[in-house]
């Protein structure tokens, strides 16, 4: 596995360490990539030759990571580049996945391309942190993350893999969590189903701009003590299903991360267990209540919504799909 080559790599140049030379490096695992060790502090290296420019650009917008830090490599022979180093030890399993990644996106790669991959991979990994600079989801976020797994797995039942996939927006942070062919879909998570309430967490949620459909899928999660499913059982069965794609497979993982989930943490996500009642369907007409204008100067507006007074939007699921995905 790349993985142990890594860590068997770290652990070799972790016994090299000298006190004339303050960074030990490996040999170019790729080309224009190192493993290295910061032989003063011990730390784990990812070192990324690139032009000054582009390493410059990289350092000026590298986001402040809880665990991982960014800096200048001082190559020689007017060599660029920058590296990532392991500076809280709890964070190894992420600097190791950030790291496979980037090495695995620069196989093949042409030395043009070679910015523009580094920078999609940081881009991706900064919304993975953004979640939860902890690099762990709260159980408000779990709960959030598997009703939208809900909702894909429907779509993909409907549309398959790969549309479903690249319908799901919400690990983008886009305006909904999903823009289908005809129209959007914005999913809740609750687990108040008498009467039902959901958390809205912003004034553009519901709002369809007055252009496209908009409707509301409403996921009630009743905790269990041994039925239902974990959010890291999910994951686990959509895994499976995507593995037939090896596309799909990888742009299933790539959401996950936007979504702030990661397999290192996957512990905390294997204890609560969830039964998922049949969702509930509203249409986000203009009579509908909610907040979306909001006067100047006033910003994250955040409400409960109690919709047990909007039966005269509901709508039915079959009706719902039929008018978003068709």
């Not at 620069?106 to 523009?116: D, F, V």
């Not at 709260?138 to 779509?155: D, N, R, Y």
């Not at 549309?159 to 799901?168: E, N, Q, R, T």
């Not at 203009?286 to 100047?296: Q, S």
Request: proline share 3%; aromatic share 12%.
């Amino acid at each position: 596995m790349v993985l142990d080559y890594f860590r068997n790599t770290w652990e070799e140049l972790s016994g090299l360490k000298t006190d004339e030379q303050h960074y030990v490096l490996s040999k170019i695992i790729r080309e224009g990539v190192h493993l290295g060790i910061d032989s003063y502090k011990g730390s784990r290296l990812l070192v990324i030759e690139l032009d000054h420019e582009n390493s410059r650009n990289i350092l000026i917008t590298a986001p402040a990571w809880k665990g991982i830090k960014f800096s200048a490599f001082p190559f020689q022979n007017n060599r660029g580049g920058f590296f990532l180093e392991l500076t809280i030890d709890g964070f190894s399993d992420i600097f190791e996945a950030i790291s496979l990644d980037i090495v695995t996106g620069l196989e093949n790669s042409e030395k043009s391309e070679r910015y523009e991959i580094v920078r999609s991979v940081i881009d991706k990994w900064k919304m993975f942190f953004d979640r939860n600079n902890d690099g762990r989801l709260s159980l408000s976020q779990q709960k959030g993350l598997f009703g939208e797994l809900c909702g894909l797995h429907t779509i993909c039942d409907k549309i398959g893999s790969i549309d479903s996939l690249k319908a799901w927006e919400g690990p983008l942070k886009k305006l909904h969590d999903f823009k289908c062919k005809g129209g959007n879909l914005e999913i809740k998570s609750t687990a108040f189903n008498s009467p039902l309430k959901v958390r809205i967490t912003n004034e553009k949620q519901l709002d369809s701009g007055g252009r496209d459909l908009l409707f509301l899928a409403v996921y009630v999660l009743q905790e269990s003590e041994n039925k239902g499913k974990t959010l890291k059982g999910f994951i686990r069965e959509l895994r499976e299903r995507f593995s037939e794609n090896p596309i799909a497979a990888q742009l299933f993982e790539d959401l996950l991360v936007m979504s702030g989930y990661h397999d290192s943490n996957d512990m905390h996500y294997d204890i609560k267990r969830y039964l998922v009642m049949d969702p509930v369907f509203f249409e986000i007409k203009e009579e509908f209540p909610k907040i979306t204008d909001v006067p100047e100067g006033i910003f994250d507006v955040k409400y409960t919504l109690d919709l047990s007074g909007c039966s005269e939007f509901k709508t039915a699921p079959e009706m719902v799909w039929n008018k978003l995905l068709n």
